[in-house]
């Protein structure tokens, strides 16, 4: 990240010092943005604007719980995210936290 905000600053000196740059960045921004090591996903749009002493721009970021429902998980999804017991030791014979055979691959055996 500190490389792409080093990248960005320069960037931005570039275009407060120089308006075919500013031009550049405003037109086509990813384009400036990889010439300087900041490749952007295709799928991404970008879009510049300019402040003014008369006009300033306020993003409104994207709704975080979009990006968690986008995110949900049902039980056995979590289950696996976590990494939590392995299931295949509650069907083990020795019950259900198995100490006794070294059967289930990723188990470590250990004492109750």
Known sequence: MTN???GLAKIL???W???AAKAAFINDPKA???AHGMDVPEEMDIKVVENSNSLTHIVLPANPSDEVK???LDDSELAAAVGGWNDSRLNCP???ICVQCQQ???INTMSV
Request: hydrophobic share 25%; charged share 25%; aromatic share 0%.
């Open 4 to 6: 792409e905000s080093n």
């Open 13 to 15: 000196q570039e275009c």
């Open 17 to 19: 010092e120089n308006d």
């Open 32 to 34: 400036v943005l990889a």
């Open 70 to 72: 986008a995110m949900d």
């Open 94 to 96: 020795h019950g259900s």
């Open 104 to 106: 289930h691959p990723g």
